[in-house]
């Protein structure tokens, strides 16, 4: 029965059944939220039982994840280098890098048009004082193109790349059109739709040549959802020089990246097995490609850990830190 559920809804239900089993959403917000895939509770129940997922059983309060997440992890010493990072602590305040920050020349959100010319993109974008040359397309997690994810673009601004993202559901009014329902609409759209309206804005991002800023070279990385969708974007074939999925679901249908051109960095949690354990068919086809890749599974976090906006219990100051600086560090080995 699991078979009829495509690799986005799948995802979607196994993350919030996780959500579930940590303790951060009840049971009737998970059947809620399922429910928005579904169509309704008898139906959320069907699939969350063919996946696995038994909502009546008990919580594993005694395992590694809650036992993590009972203590809030301590504050980070930030790392010395010339670009913003991840912050010290966890906060409710998703902006750590302003417009205003010298470091950017400007950003701002953006309206583009779609490439089958029927829908208008919603977008943000940010560019560097001092441009390194090459752009960065960032791909947001399953709460769509939050205050978080455009301070994350604007991060990528400050190391010297072009920072651009767009709204994966632009085409049915965004994150705060859809509300509630985002995640199950997200994971109710097709793989080409998203991957047409990604290939868009990697076009976008070339097209600011005219702009003097010429990313001669895109990057690309994605935060769970947007990890798997940046799995995606490098199976289909994108032009891409690198790419860095931070805990992102692999497609069940992998073969595309043995021909990738791009350099893919793959990022983990220790504890987000259900993630990790997919790298070995990962590899097995990265291998055959001849493009670099890597792997860093960042010790004693879960899935998530980057996003500071997710409570001290879920983000790791010090493996988020550490996993930004290894991204960094790639995009300028293989953009420039």
Not at 100 to 124: E, M
Request: with cysteine; net charge neutral.
């Amino acid at each position: 029965m699991s078979e009829q559920w495509t690799d986005l809804q799948r995802y979607v239900i196994e993350e919030h059944f996780e959500e579930y089993t940590e303790g951060r959403i009840s049971r009737r917000e998970l059947l809620k939220r399922v429910s928005y895939i579904t169509g309704g509770t008898l139906a959320s129940l069907a699939a969350l039982s063919a996946l696995g997922c038994n909502v009546d059983q008990p919580r594993a309060l005694g395992s590694a994840a809650a036992s993590a997440a009972a203590t809030p992890k301590p504050a980070s010493p930030q790392p010395n280098v010339p670009f913003a990072t991840p912050p010290a602590t966890a906060s409710t305040d998703p902006v750590t890098v302003t417009p205003t920050d010298p470091r950017l020349r400007k950003a701002n959100s953006v309206s583009i048009p779609s490439g089958d010319g029927k829908a208008t993109l919603i977008g943000y974008e940010a560019y560097p004082a001092t441009p390194r040359g090459g752009g960065v397309l960032v791909m947001h997690e399953n709460t769509g193109l939050s205050e978080h994810i455009k301070d994350v673009i604007r991060r990528v601004a400050t190391a010297g790349y072009a920072g651009f993202g767009i709204d994966l559901l632009s085409r049915q009014g965004g994150a705060e059109k859809l509300g509630g329902g985002y995640s199950g609409a997200l994971a109710n759209t097709t793989v080409d739709q998203m991957n047409a309206d990604l290939m868009t804005a990697v076009a976008y991002l070339q097209s600011k040549a005219g702009d003097g800023y010429a990313p001669a070279k895109i990057g690309a990385v994605g935060f769970c959802f947007g990890g798997g969708t940046t799995w995606n974007l490098v199976i289909a074939g994108a032009p891409l020089a690198a790419a860095v999925p931070f805990y992102g679901p692999l497609p069940s249908k992998a073969e595309g990246l043995a021909t990738t051109k791009a350099a893919v960095l793959a990022i983990y949690a220790e504890q987000d097995t259900r993630i990790t354990a997919s790298w070995p068919t990962a590899e097995e086809q990265l291998k055959k490609s001849g493009s670099p890749y890597a792997t860093k599974v960042e010790p004693g976090v879960g899935h998530a850990f980057h996003n500071d906006t997710n409570g001290p219990t879920r983000y790791g100051p010090a493996q988020a830190q550490d996993a930004w600086v290894a991204t960094i560090e790639w995009f300028r080995k293989y953009l420039g």
